[in-house]
């Protein structure tokens, strides 16, 4: 268990209502720089207060004057070179931890409130009907190294199924990552087998044709590491 009694907080606090002068600052400023480490049960403490219920400010909102404060102290602030640097360095190191960039994404796009279009739902409808494994992921609630499949396997296979349509994926500046190609290397890279369904396929296809593709792909087997049997 943690113990908080040490963490004195409010009018706990001895020095609750008074101020550090700006000399003081400065010298509590150098005397910690790149010295002071927190051991993890203090961070696990300072997380709590900080977090939820925890934080003196939960369940509150800032009025429309401290708002409109807030937004004109930050209006036409800009950060230095040096910080601009400081922060894109940052930034970069923290999108190169897959966790952190899988969970951004997903944000991202359930942010937008992205729905299931009208091929898509074909698909799903199939999916159903068939009572295949599958569920829609198409809404950023699942990604694979840095991409988000339409459809995924729930029931333990590494499977996907993608609905490319035609003109975000056969223009002449599309990316890599966005051809056929380039969407199954992907995900073979990650032991996930891919199939790719074109939005014109599948207005050709009869639902009879389109179920027995989808259903030899779920019965397709995949190598370890990568490939198909």
Known sequence: MIQFASLRVGELNSFFGRHHSAESKLKV?????????????????????????????????HTQETRRKISEFRMGRQDSADTKIKKSIAARLMWQDPAFRQQILMAQRQGRKIKINRVERRILNIIEREKLPYRFSGDGSFVL??????????????????????????????????????RINVCMQFGFDCLILWQSEIKKLSDWELTEKILQFDK????????RW
């Open 29 to 61: 400023s150098k005397a910690k720089t790149g010295t002071h480490v927190h051991t993890e049960e203090h961070k696990q403490a300072l997380s709590v207060l900080m977090t939820g219920e925890g934080n003196r400010f939960f369940g509150k909102q």
């Open 145 to 182: 190294g840095g991409y988000n499949p339409d459809f995924v396997q729930v029931n333990g296979k590494k499977k996907v199924i993608e609905v490319f349509g035609d003109y975000w994926h056969t223009n002449k500046k599309v990316e890599w990552h966005r051809t056929e190609l380039g």
């Open 220 to 227: 397709r087997k995949v190598k370890i590491g990568g490939g």
